[in-house]
């Protein structure tokens, strides 16, 4: 399994890299709405969605990200990307999910089981994570990588911290192999990144000081971008347990499906779009 899961970030890596570096807006928007499908497919199979219900939420997130990547209405350019206030609106409305309701929808414990709700949550959710990333790599691609970094060394640091030091379970009835002793793992290690990363603001396109405030809230939203990533993880481990599944599909041998992988991603790229557009200028 471990052979496996290496060969494939082998292959998948340098793939998506050559793809974030290489390919203009609208074609890096195209790549990225093909993996999100897939990814909708797999969130249409954890709400349990029948045939008729699957073919739809499915065929509306191909849909919509289609209109808004092509319909000249979207004022999607190249330059520039979509217009300011419709990425706030997408991403703020997903960001509000991610920080006031699925938080409480794992603390209460309650499984929701409501097929348009999961399908309302799934399209949303999916469809933000889809325009942050096109986004942030219209802006820069070296912007949207620094951002995804954030939850990549989260997520390695809380996996080997874990093991290492964990005692106290997180969450033992969703995922029982996450602890408290990984989370502040995932948070140490992405304070430091975090602080490494703020001589390179101005590059990035900020026009603010570099004072010792700024270095404090840049860290500040990073950490809060790592516990939604935590979140996102998981929401979809519950989502998985609800329908009895370990992954949420086969498609990455060695990995499971797109959603296994992108879990974190999802809360974490609509409120990191909205941190570069609002504070990078």
């Given at each position: 399994?471990?052979?496996?899961?290496?060969?494939?970030?082998?292959?998948?890596?340098?793939?998506?890299?050559?793809?974030?570096?290489?390919?203009?807006?609208?074609?890096?928007?195209?790549?990225?709405?093909?993996?999100?499908?897939?990814?909708?497919?797999?969130?249409?199979?954890?709400?349990?969605?029948?045939?008729?219900?699957?073919?739809?939420?499915?065929?509306?997130?191909?849909?919509?990200?289609?209109?808004?990547?092509?319909?000249?209405?979207?004022?999607?350019?190249?330059?520039?990307?979509?217009?300011?206030?419709?990425?706030?609106?997408?991403?703020?409305?997903?960001?509000?999910?991610?920080?006031?309701?699925?938080?409480?929808?794992?603390?209460?414990?309650?499984?929701?089981?409501?097929?348009?709700?999961?399908?309302?949550?799934?399209?949303?959710?999916?469809?933000?994570?889809?325009?942050?990333?096109?986004?942030?790599?219209?802006?820069?691609?070296?912007?949207?990588?620094?951002?995804?970094?954030?939850?990549?060394?989260?997520?390695?640091?809380?996996?080997f911290t874990g093991r290492r030091f964990g005692r106290r379970k997180l969450a033992p009835s969703i995922s029982p192999g996450k602890t408290w002793e990984g989370v502040y793992g995932?948070?140490?290690?992405?304070?430091?990144?975090?602080?490494?990363?703020?001589?390179?603001?101005?590059?990035?396109?900020?026009?603010?000081?570099?004072?010792?405030?700024?270095?404090?809230?840049?860290?500040?939203?990073?950490?809060?971008?790592?516990?939604?990533?935590?979140?996102?993880?998981?929401?979809?481990?519950?989502?998985?347990?609800?329908?009895?599944?370990?992954?949420?599909?086969?498609?990455?041998?060695?990995?499971?499906?797109?959603l296994d992988r992108i879990d974190a991603l999802t809360a974490a790229m609509p409120p990191?779009?909205?941190?570069?557009?609002?504070?990078?200028?």
């Amino acid at each position: 399994m471990l052979k496996t899961r290496i060969i494939t970030a082998l292959v998948l890596i340098p793939l998506t890299l050559a793809a974030l570096f290489g390919l203009p807006p609208r074609a890096w928007g195209a790549v990225t709405l093909a993996v999100v499908v897939v990814a909708a497919a797999e969130w249409a199979e954890l709400a349990a969605l029948e045939k008729r219900g699957w073919l739809f939420f499915v065929g509306a997130t191909l849909f919509t990200g289609c209109v808004l990547l092509l319909d000249p209405a979207a004022g999607f350019t190249s330059e520039h990307g979509w217009p300011g206030p419709m990425v706030s609106w997408i991403c703020g409305a997903a960001t509000v999910f991610w920080l006031l309701v699925a938080p409480a929808w794992l603390v209460s414990g309650r499984r929701v089981t409501s097929r348009p709700v999961l399908a309302i949550v799934g399209w949303l959710v999916l469809i933000a994570t889809w325009v942050a990333v096109v986004a942030l790599q219209t802006r820069s691609p070296g912007v949207l990588l620094a951002m995804m970094a954030i939850v990549w060394i989260a997520d390695t640091a809380a996996y080997f911290t874990g093991r290492r030091f964990g005692r106290r379970k997180l969450a033992p009835s969703i995922s029982p192999g996450k602890t408290w002793e990984g989370v502040y793992g995932a948070l140490a290690a992405v304070a430091i990144y975090a602080l490494l990363l703020v001589p390179l603001a101005a590059a990035a396109g900020s026009t603010r000081p570099l004072d010792a405030v700024a270095a404090a809230m840049w860290v500040a939203l990073a950490l809060l971008l790592t516990g939604l990533s935590i979140i996102g993880d998981l929401f979809e481990s519950q989502l998985k347990r609800q329908r009895g599944v370990k992954d949420s599909g086969g498609i990455l041998p060695g990995h499971g499906g797109v959603l296994d992988r992108i879990d974190a991603l999802t809360a974490a790229m609509p409120p990191a779009a909205l941190i570069a557009h609002h504070l990078l200028g």
